[in-house]
């Protein structure tokens, strides 16, 4: 997560989120600690892309796989944020 989005979090919110593995664990500290993410926030933490997914990355076989949207083929893009692969399905 970019340091500019810890802003206005204390320090040791901040070390709670920089102690986080995942996004997952990132977003349950924020819900615990009361801490509203904003908009650009949430993207950066869902590394961009929105819905999390049960699909694995082919690359590292992570399923720390978020749903991106559709390309014109109609394909599905996915993306890892263990090893920021992009991929189609």
Wanted: aromatic share 6%; with cysteine.
């Amino acid at each position: 997560m970019k340091e500019e989005l810890l802003q206005g979090l204390t320090e040791e919110q901040i070390a709670k989120v920089k102690a986080c593995k995942n996004q997952e664990e990132i977003l349950a500290v924020a819900k615990k600690e009361g801490i509203e993410l904003t908009e650009e926030q949430l993207e950066a933490v869902n590394g961009g892309c929105g819905t999390p997914t049960v699909v694995p990355c082919p690359r590292c076989k992570s399923t720390n796989v978020y749903y991106c949207g559709q390309n014109l083929c109609s394909e599905k893009e996915y993306k890892c944020n263990e090893c920021d692969y992009r991929f189609w399905r």
